[in-house]
Every structure is written in structure tokens, then in C-alpha cells.
């Protein structure tokens, strides 16, 4: 079965730290990845996505993230994060032929606390 | 709006009373999501709609949940005889036909059943 693992449940950081979310799927096929965010009280928004091209993928504040197809691997990373990173980092994946969103597979979710 | 909105955003109920959650998506946007985050897990599908397709009820975990959507716009999520294992946050989502590009979530209706 498809699957979305984020390796780190809760991670904590000081400002200008560098930061870096693990996210590994299982599915053999072409995929599309995501990343969303959800800032506390807020609702989840789309950080950045990965369909073709670029494995580099860049997107809001600063985010950017690396598909390794070798590794099933959509890390998240941000170079120095700021007091307002703080939330809650989703990774979700779905199948290049799924032709919907229903077939979202997400990850648990990793909860980032950046300390002034 | 601009943006999918949901309502109420909190809801706290008795255990076996009925809840109806409701859902208004962005304009324009013929797909609609309901998805479910419960403590501790990841977003947990429930059902979506698409157009004037049959929805797909396939994440749906029990009879007693059901949902609509009239007219192709508004949804109402509606859960019966509710349970405490219920307490989640309901998240609506929708977006333009069959995109992956990305859902637009609303800010979600947290019930808490007690």
C-alpha cells in the first residue's frame, strides 16, 4: 500500500537555524508531491509542490524542497527559519494517474517550534 | 468569499446527539474534499464530490456519517449518533475539477464530543 513517512514528529529550532523535514513515500510509479503548511489557527495552505522537471523545487517564504527519486524522498528545507515557521508541515503524495486528489496519500505531520 | 469556508468552526456536542458540519467552497471549484484530522494522525480522507459524479464515500468510516453537496456548491458533512472517538477537526477542501495542483482547505470545524 502507499505510503507517506515524515520522520520527525516534533522538532524544535532557534532562529537562523537551518531546517530540514524528512518525508519518504512508498509507491513504485510517477508521482506528484506536496508539502502544505498549517500555521496555528490557520488553515492548511500549499507550501510547495513537485510534478516534473526540477527536482529542485522552490516555493513561499524561502521553502524549497528536493525530490530523490533513488531515495522516495521529498525533503522539506528552509536555510534559516524565522519565529514565524512555527507549525504544523505536511507532506502529501498522490499517483501521476490518479486524476484526482482522493488518492492524497499525506503524511502525519510534523510539528516545528522556532524559538525567538 | 475568497476563500472555502466551513462552519461552525467549533462545535461541542453530547455523545449520540446529531452534528451537521457545512462547507462552502470556492467559487468556480467542482471538486469538494472532506477530510478528517484526528489527534496524533495524519488526514484522513472521508469523501468527495466531483461535478454531478456520484461522490466517492470510500473514506467514510461508519453508516452513521453521510454527506451532500446541493447545486454543485455547498456541502453539509452530517454525523449521527455521535461518539467520542468522533472528536476531530473536519477540514473541507475543493478545487478545479480533477487538479492535482492542489487543494484550497477551509480553516476547519473542530468538534469535540463529549
Known amino acids: 500500500a502507499q505510503s507517506v513517512s515524515q520522520h520527525n514528529h516534533h522538532v524544535i529550532l532557534s532562529e537562523a537555524a537551518s531546517l530540514e523535514l524528512g518525508c519518504n513515500y512508498s509507491?513504485?510509479?510517477?508521482?506528484?508531491l506536496f508539502w502544505y503548511v498549517q500555521y496555528p489557527g490557520q488553515h492548511l495552505q500549499l507550501l510547495l509542490k513537485y510534478f516534473s522537471g526540477d527536482p529542485l523545487v522552490k516555493g513561499i517564504k524561502g521553502f524549497e524542497a528536493e525530490f530523490i527519486k533513488s531515495k522516495f524522498s521529498f525533503n522539506l528545507r528552509k536555510p534559516s527559519v524565522q519565529w514565524s515557521d512555527t507549525a504544523e508541515y505536511f507532506c502529501?503524495?498522490?499517483?501521476?494517474?490518479?486524476?484526482?486528489?482522493?488518492?492524497?496519500?499525506w503524511g502525519l505531520g510534523t510539528s516545528l517550534a522556532v524559538n525567538p | 468569499g475568497a476563500g472555502v469556508s466551513q462552519s461552525p468552526s467549533n462545535k461541542v456536542t453530547e455523545k449520540g446527539k446529531d452534528v451537521e458540519l457545512r462547507c462552502d467552497p470556492i467559487?468556480?471549484?467542482?471538486?469538494l474534499y472532506w477530510y478528517r484530522q484526528s489527534l496524533g494522525q495524519g488526514l484522513e480522507f472521508l469523501i468527495y464530490?466531483?461535478?454531478?459524479?456520484?461522490?466517492?464515500k470510500s473514506g467514510l468510516p461508519s453508516d452513521r456519517f453521510s454527506a451532500e453537496r446541493t447545486g454543485g456548491s455547498v456541502s453539509t458533512l452530517t454525523i449521527q449518533r455521535t461518539q467520542q472517538e468522533d472528536s476531530a477537526v473536519y477540514l473541507c477542501?475543493?478545487?478545479?475539477?480533477?487538479?492535482?495542483?492542489?487543494?484550497?482547505f477551509g480553516e476547519g470545524s473542530r468538534l469535540t464530543v463529549l
Open positions: 477542501a475543493s478545487s478545479l475539477r480533477f487538479s492535482p495542483r492542489g487543494l484550497f
Open positions: 464530490f466531483q461535478g454531478n459524479s456520484a461522490p466517492d
Open positions: 502529501a503524495v498522490n499517483a501521476r494517474n490518479a486524476g484526482n486528489n482522493r488518492k492524497l496519500i
Open positions: 467559487s468556480g471549484h467542482t471538486a
Open positions: 509507491y513504485g510509479g510517477t508521482v506528484n
